[in-house]
C-alpha cells in the first residue's frame, strides 16, 4: 500500500514536469523565430497580436554602405503592439563580420534609416529594439565629409505644397553603387512662423544634389537628396502671412 502510494505521487510529479515543460516550449517568448539561414531571429512574439515570418528579401537592391541579405519580416504594413528584438548574426560566410548598426527601409521617404535602440552588441551579434517590421539589413556608417546643404534645403522649402502647416527635411546619401541612406547627422523640423501646425494629409518631394566629398578618406561622388514631409492642410489654407514657414531647430539623431 505504501509502495502504490509513493509510485502514484512519483507519476503525478513527472506528469507535473511535462506539462510544465509543454507549456514553457509553447510560450512563444521561449522561442526565437529565426530566418531558413538563421542569420536573424525575432524574439518577444508573446507581446504582438500579430503572426510574423521572415525571410530573405530578394527583390531589394543591395549597395554601400548596406553589407550581406536584406531580410523581409512582416507584417510591415501594422505597427506593433510592443517592442521586439530583432538579433542579427555576424558572419564571415554572410559578409557582416563588420557590421555596426542595422538599417530599415522607410518607403515613405525612400532612404535607409539606422535602427539607435541598440540591445546587444558583440563579436557575433547585433541585436535592435524594433516597434515596426519590413525590410531590414545590417551595416557600416561611412566616415565621410557631409557639406552645408543649406541652399538645397531652402530651395525645397520654397517650393512646398500649397497648404503647408509643417515640414522636416531629410537628407540621404548614395553612394557609388550605393542605395540611399539617411545620413546620421541633421534633420531639420519646421512650420508657421517655426511651429508645426495641423493638417489632414502628409504629401513628399525632394531636391537631389551631387557633390564631391571625402568618403574613408578618399574623394568620391556622392549624391545627396533632401526629402521634404509636408503636413497639409485639406483646406489648402497654409500659414498666415505673419507666420511664413521657417525651421524650428536642428535635432541630432
Known amino acids: ?5 509513493f509510485a502514484s505521487f512519483a507519476f503525478i510529479f513527472a506528469l507535473m514536469l511535462f506539462a510544465g515543460a509543454f507549456v514553457v516550449m509553447n510560450v512563444p517568448e521561449a522561442q526565437a523565430l529565426r530566418s531558413d539561414d538563421g542569420a536573424v531571429s525575432v524574439t518577444g512574439l508573446a507581446r504582438t497580436a500579430q503572426h510574423i515570418s521572415v525571410a530573405v528579401d530578394t527583390s531589394a537592391t543591395i549597395g554601400d554602405p548596406l553589407l550581406g541579405l536584406v531580410y523581409r519580416i512582416e507584417p510591415s504594413d501594422v505597427p506593433l503592439d510592443a517592442p521586439i528584438v530583432l538579433s542579427f548574426a555576424k558572419r564571415a560566410d554572410l559578409g557582416t563580420l563588420e557590421a555596426t548598426v542595422v538599417y530599415q527601409w522607410n518607403s515613405s521617404i525612400g532612404m535607409w534609416v539606422s535602427i539607435p535602440s541598440v540591445v546587444a552588441d558583440t563579436h557575433d551579434v547585433l541585436a535592435v529594439e524594433v516597434l515596426s517590421l519590413g525590410d531590414f539589413a545590417l551595416g557600416v556608417i561611412p566616415d565621410a565629409f557631409v557639406p552645408s546643404l543649406l541652399t538645397a534645403q531652402d530651395a525645397l522649402r520654397a517650393k512646398s505644397p500649397v497648404g503647408t502647416r509643417g515640414y522636416r527635411l531629410l537628407t540621404s546619401y548614395t553612394l557609388p553603387n550605393g542605395v540611399p541612406v539617411m545620413w546620421p ?7 508657421c512662423g517655426g511651429r508645426i501646425g495641423a493638417g489632414d494629409r502628409t504629401e513628399y518631394s525632394s531636391f537631389a544634389q551631387t557633390m564631391n566629398v571625402l568618403v574613408n578618406d578618399v574623394q568620391t561622388q556622392v549624391v545627396f537628396t533632401v526629402v521634404g514631409e509636408w503636413i497639409v492642410a485639406g483646406d489648402g489654407v497654409g500659414c498666415p502671412a505673419s507666420l511664413p514657414l521657417k525651421n524650428q531647430e536642428a535635432i541630432v539623431l
Not at 547627422?185 to 512650420?191: C, M, S, V
Request: charged share 25%; proline share 0%.
Open 1 to 5: 500500500m505504501q509502495r502504490f502510494h
Open 185 to 191: 547627422e541633421t534633420r531639420i523640423i519646421g512650420g
